[in-house]
């Protein structure tokens, strides 16, 4: 069993032997996950960021300028007195 101190900051220093066994480097991520009323540690491997590109679109992505004339449009179509 290993312990660590936490600071007033809420912060604590994860040991070097459990640092070594998840193979965490400075600058890694980590979550900490409820199980069973207990907490893990877990390293992140991946953020969405790394995942960018991995999954296609339904459909290709709409022109900016072409949606907010359309917004434009039914915008003025409502607030008319027409």
Same mark, same amino acid.
């Given at each position: 069993? &290993?312990?660590?101190?936490?600071?007033?900051?809420?912060?604590?220093? &994860?040991?070097?032997? &459990? $640092?070594? @066994?998840? +193979? /965490?480097?400075?600058?890694? @991520?980590? #979550?900490? #996950?409820?199980? !069973?009323?207990? &907490?893990? /540690?877990?390293?992140?491997?991946?953020? #969405? $960021? !790394?995942?960018?590109?991995? *999954?296609?679109? @339904?459909?290709?992505?709409?022109?900016? +300028?072409? *949606?907010?004339? !359309? *917004?434009?449009?039914? *915008?003025?179509? $409502?607030?008319? !007195?027409?």
């Amino acid at each position: 069993m &290993i312990g660590s101190k936490i600071t007033t900051k809420g912060q604590t220093t &994860i040991p070097k032997k &459990i $640092r070594e @066994r998840l +193979n /965490l480097q400075a600058g890694d @991520r980590v #979550l900490f #996950l409820e199980k !069973d009323g207990e &907490i893990v /540690l877990q390293p992140i491997t991946q953020t #969405l $960021r !790394d995942r960018r590109g991995s *999954v296609e679109p @339904r459909k290709q992505p709409e022109d900016f +300028n072409d *949606v907010r004339d !359309d *917004v434009k449009k039914r *915008v003025v179509e $409502r607030t008319s !007195d027409g």
